[in-house]
Structure formats: C-alpha cells, structure tokens
C-alpha cells in the first residue's frame, strides 16, 4: 500500500510559477515510476508528465514541454512538478500517481495504482 499526499497548489496570475510535491510513504518509492495528471472541471483526468523509479527518464504532455519539470528526489519520497509560465488553461485539480504497471511513461490513467487526494492549482488571467 502506498499513500500519496499532494501540497504547493494555490492561486497564481498568469505568467507565474508553482511547484508541487507529491510525498509518498513506503519503502519501496524508488521502484516506482510516478506520474502528474490534472482534471480540469468538466473534463477528462489527463496525463501532465512522468519519472522513473530512479529519475533517468521522464515525459511529459505537449501542452506542457518547456513550462513543467519533473523531478523525484527518492531520500524524501518526494516527487515534485514545478511549473512555470503557467497559463489560465492549466487551472485544474493536479494528481500525483503510481505506476506499477504496463509501459513506462502510461499517458492513461488507467495504469496507474495509488493516487493522492490531489492539489488547486488556479491561475487568473
């Protein structure tokens, strides 16, 4: 069993920054690929960006290339997404996730096991 706890959301105009965390309990973090997703009201959950397990490897959405990173730092259980040049269209609800199965890097939600409560993130125009 694995616990995923989400923080560093908020409200934030447009151009500005946020970094979220993503603590998990457990010993076995490293093994896991973690990944981002957000569910904006009315929408579809969707994918943001990804890790591996030992932080090699990551992906992420086109809409997001260049303006969201990805880090993991396995001492801390802790996975982060900072984002940057945020935009109105990324108010949502962010989600940290565990990967445990299929390929790495799954963009559907259905590969993943464990969630977080997740986090608001607002941006105001």
């Known amino acids: 069993q694995v616990q995923l706890v989400e923080s560093g959301g908020g409200l934030v105009q447009a151009g500005g920054s946020l970094r979220l965390s993503c603590a998990a309990s457990?010993?076995?973090?490293?093994?896991?690929?973690m990944g981002w997703f957000r569910q904006a009201p009315g929408k579809e959950r969707e994918f943001v960006a990804f890790i591996s397990g030992s932080g090699g490897r990551t992906s992420s959405a086109d809409s997001v290339k260049g303006r969201f990173t990805i880090s993991r730092d396995n001492a801390k259980n802790t996975v982060y997404l900072q984002m940057n040049s945020l935009k109105p269209e990324d108010t949502a609800v962010y989600y940290c996730?565990?990967?445990?199965?299929?390929?790495?890097?799954?963009?559907?939600?259905?590969?993943?096991?464990?969630w977080g409560q997740g986090t608001q993130v607002t941006v105001s125009s």
């Open positions: 457990g010993r076995t973090f490293s093994n896991y690929g």
């Open positions: 996730a565990v990967q445990r199965r299929g390929p790495p890097g799954a963009v559907s939600p259905a590969a993943y096991d464990y």
